[in-house]
């Protein structure tokens, strides 16, 4: 089978590790995908879905970014955080939506919309996933 191993690691788990025929990950230039014999290297990964597909599956993840490894036909994903679509909590990704939008409403500070997006758009990206 044209396969390849992939890890989903964060720092407090090892989420996931299994043969995978093919990956794809939210650069931070844009989505990417990973197939057998992929030239090796290391992507920063951005916000968004991961979409891995087995043999006999397919499985989406939420994550907020962090790095992806591949090198001779294993990759590695080290993100700072990751959900399976099934495991997302939609009650606490939209309590946390709504009290970004409410918070942006009501600051000025530049430093703080900064913070208040990146919090919008790790909501959002929940919940997107969380349908899959």
Not at 7 to 23: G, M, S
Not at 42 to 70: C, H, M, P, R
Request: glycine content about 6%; charged content about 35%.
């Amino acid at each position: 089978m044209d396969s390849f191993v992939v890890e989903i690691v964060t720092p407090i788990r090892v989420v996931n590790q299994e043969d995978v025929k093919y990956l794809r990950c939210p650069g931070i230039d844009g989505s990417f995908g990973v197939m057998k014999n992929h030239r090796n290297g290391v992507i920063a990964l951005d916000v968004g879905e991961i979409k891995v597909e087995t043999k006999d599956d397919v499985e989406w993840y939420a994550t907020s970014g962090g790095f992806v490894e591949i090198l001779d036909n294993k990759v590695e994903l080290l993100l700072e955080s990751v959900e399976r679509s099934n495991e997302i909590d939609v009650k606490r990704a939209s309590g946390a939506l709504e009290r970004a939008s409410q918070r942006r409403k009501n600051t000025k500070e530049p430093i703080d919309n900064i913070r208040l997006e990146a919090s919008l758009l790790r909501a959002v990206n929940r919940l997107r996933v969380s349908k899959k």
